[in-house]
């Protein structure tokens, strides 16, 4: 490798970094705004949903009408449905759990989404599944019990809501993989953008939950759901940058890092702080994922 090929890979390496550090801050930010937004202004999740990726639709649009109309041909629009109804459902359980359960036991329990990732790809991909991914799941599961501690007295079903959204994230993630067999990366990305504010839509009219007494000034609850609609935009164009700066496996310990973040804005926002629990199963859930991660390192493609 050259001095000026390195030089590159180096700048590139940390403003991948820096983008996943930027966009593991901007969902920190989109969880305690949602978890506000539930909790201190009533506003119901279905509608939080909804008003969440339609602002971040606006705001990104510019960047469909650059890509045209030629970015949405395909020939699997029932599966691009499936997929995007399966992110859909996880967005609404996840922000009912925000609402309901405190935010660092809602972000370690969502981690375990790379577990969820193992099954599936075993029965729906046909994956092979190895005594190494096995334990690592079953190491990763164990972290995760050891946060929802149902042998305590603080133990409510709610907390089994982060864990269900995970499930359906894992599910929308293998889906995703299934079809990069046969439709480009833009227009699966595309298609997650234009299909779940309408599903939101629909899933909000469905609820029959009309618009309701706010706990709060009209201007206040605007103001948080452009909040939220906004660093959510944020989040994702800078998530999608950073992976086109560096490899998927490099930037997994930076991505992990939001669990930290949400944790210490949930303590200044709320004085939410986790018990003792929370620690011992966060160190085995994050280590099981990174142990699972650095595995596979060798089977990712390698960066031009």
Same mark, same amino acid.
């Given at each position: 490798m050259s001095q000026i090929t390195s030089v590159k890979t180096t700048r590139s390496s940390v403003l991948g970094a820096s983008l996943m550090l930027a966009a593991c801050v901007a969902y920190a930010g989109v969880n305690v705004a949602t978890q506000w937004a539930g909790t201190k202004t009533g506003i119901p999740s279905v509608m939080i949903a909804f008003w969440q990726y339609i602002i971040a639709l606006i705001l990104t649009l510019p960047f469909v009408f650059r890509l045209g109309l030629q970015a949405l041909r395909t020939n699997h629009l029932m599966l691009h449905i499936m997929r995007v109804a399966l992110a859909a459902a996880g967005v609404q359980v996840w922000i009912y759990a925000l609402t309901h359960v405190?935010?660092?036991?809602?972000?370690?329990?969502? /981690?375990?989404?790379?577990?969820?990732?193992?099954?599936?790809?075993?029965?729906?991909?046909?994956?092979?599944? =190895?005594?190494?991914?096995?334990?690592?799941?079953?190491?990763? *599961?164990?972290?995760?019990?050891?946060?929802?501690?149902?042998?305590s007295d603080t133990y409510t079903a709610y907390a089994l809501l982060?864990?269900?959204?995970?499930?359906?994230w894992a599910g929308?993630?293998? /889906? =995703?993989?299934?079809?990069?067999?046969?439709?480009?990366?833009?227009?699966?990305?595309i298609y997650m953008l234009v299909l779940l504010s309408p599903i939101n839509a629909g899933l909000w009219v469905a609820s029959g939950i009309g618009m309701p007494e706010m706990a709060a000034p009209a201007m206040e609850?605007?103001?948080?759901?452009?909040?939220?609609? =906004?660093?959510?935009?944020?989040?994702?164009?800078?998530?999608?940058?950073?992976?086109?700066?560096?490899?998927?496996?490099?930037?997994?310990?930076?991505?992990?890092?939001?669990?930290?973040?949400?944790?210490?804005?949930?303590?200044?926002?709320?004085?939410?702080?986790?018990?003792?629990? *929370?620690? *011992?199963?966060?160190?085995?859930?994050?280590?099981?994922?990174?142990?699972?991660?650095?595995?596979?390192?060798?089977?990712?493609?390698?960066?031009?």
């Amino acid at each position: 490798m050259s001095q000026i090929t390195s030089v590159k890979t180096t700048r590139s390496s940390v403003l991948g970094a820096s983008l996943m550090l930027a966009a593991c801050v901007a969902y920190a930010g989109v969880n305690v705004a949602t978890q506000w937004a539930g909790t201190k202004t009533g506003i119901p999740s279905v509608m939080i949903a909804f008003w969440q990726y339609i602002i971040a639709l606006i705001l990104t649009l510019p960047f469909v009408f650059r890509l045209g109309l030629q970015a949405l041909r395909t020939n699997h629009l029932m599966l691009h449905i499936m997929r995007v109804a399966l992110a859909a459902a996880g967005v609404q359980v996840w922000i009912y759990a925000l609402t309901h359960v405190p935010i660092w036991q809602v972000i370690a329990l969502a /981690m375990t989404s790379p577990f969820f990732v193992i099954l599936f790809a075993r029965f729906f991909l046909k994956e092979v599944v =190895t005594p190494a991914r096995l334990i690592t799941a079953i190491v990763g *599961f164990s972290g995760a019990v050891i946060i929802l501690a149902p042998w305590s007295d603080t133990y409510t079903a709610y907390a089994l809501l982060p864990v269900l959204a995970a499930a359906l994230w894992a599910g929308y993630s293998v /889906m =995703t993989k299934y079809l990069t067999r046969f439709e480009r990366s833009v227009s699966i990305s595309i298609y997650m953008l234009v299909l779940l504010s309408p599903i939101n839509a629909g899933l909000w009219v469905a609820s029959g939950i009309g618009m309701p007494e706010m706990a709060a000034p009209a201007m206040e609850v605007w103001f948080i759901l452009i909040l939220i609609g =906004t660093l959510t935009a944020i989040a994702q164009y800078c998530q999608i940058a950073a992976y086109s700066e560096a490899d998927a496996v490099f930037l997994q310990p930076f991505d992990d890092l939001k669990l930290p973040i949400n944790v210490i804005l949930g303590w200044i926002v709320f004085a939410a702080v986790p018990d003792n629990n *929370f620690w *011992f199963g966060a160190a085995l859930i994050v280590g099981a994922s990174l142990y699972l991660v650095r595995r596979d390192a060798g089977k990712l493609p390698a960066r031009a």
